[in-house]
């Protein structure tokens, strides 16, 4: 398999554009998980799908936040409309199971709002 | 939700020492893991270890889960060990990964 996949890898994108970054899960895994990473808050999970449907979204930081998995192999995370205090590295990670696997990352989107 | 200390927050080390990291949490934990974000930013899982001892080559980790800790091991250290050592875990009813701030390590040649 080939790992998580993310696009793009880099995102550089001005103050109140709408921004999409995508994921694909490892095949087979029915957990998928967004992360955000900055200096200030390490990483924190902003939200995470079982099955396709979102189980906990209350790391969103706020309504301009959204994310879909319209099917088991892909992810979406949106913002809109951009700020730059948004700039952070997004990773998606994925796992097979709740309790038993590990979580395996992709390389992350580095986002940045000007 | 649990709290993740991670000590020590930065390391030093030149090639060859050995080193111990250490991972606190706030409740008993489980699926408890260690990952090594390297320079370019990668996250690897090292392992995953939610009680016991388990060794990969020169990395070995072990978990104390009902005394809420865990501790990576890393023998005869390379320049490539560089980067920053995450562990994660859930506790509770939860098995969702919360993250420590992590332990940077640089190590000389």
């Known amino acids: 398999d080939a790992g998580v996949i993310q696009s793009p890898r880099h995102e550089v994108t001005e103050m109140g554009q709408e921004v999409t970054l995508r994921c694909k899960p490892i095949?087979?895994?029915?957990?998928l998980f967004w992360y955000r990473q900055t200096m200030m808050r390490g990483l924190e999970l902003l939200i995470y799908?079982?099955?396709?449907?979102?189980?906990?979204d209350s790391g969103m930081p706020e309504d301009r936040f959204s994310a879909k998995m319209p099917n088991a192999s892909f992810s979406t995370l949106k913002i809109q409309p951009s700020e730059p205090r948004d700039s952070a590295v997004y990773f998606c990670?994925?796992?097979f199971g709740q309790g038993g696997e590990k979580l395996f990352f992709g390389s992350g989107t580095q986002l940045s709002v000007l | 939700g649990i709290q993740v200390e991670q000590s020590p927050p930065d390391l030093i080390l030149q090639e060859g020492a050995n080193s111990t990291l250490r991972c606190n949490f706030s409740?008993?934990?489980?699926?408890l893991q260690w990952f090594h974000q390297n320079p370019w930013g990668q996250l690897i899982n090292l392992f995953y270890?939610?009680?016991g001892t388990k060794q990969n080559g020169r990395l070995s980790a072990t978990t104390v889960a009902t005394e809420r800790y865990s501790l990576l091991y890393i023998s005869s250290s390379q320049t490539t060990d560089s980067g920053v050592y995450f562990c994660?875990?859930?506790?509770?009813?939860?098995?969702?990964?919360?993250f420590g701030r992590g332990t940077s390590l640089i190590v000389h040649p």
């Open positions: 990670a994925s796992s």
């Open positions: 095949s087979g895994h029915d957990y």
């Open positions: 799908f079982n099955n396709n449907v979102p189980i906990d």
């Open positions: 409740d008993s934990v489980n699926n």
């Open positions: 270890i939610p009680s």
């Open positions: 994660a875990g859930g506790a509770g009813g939860s098995y969702i990964p919360t």
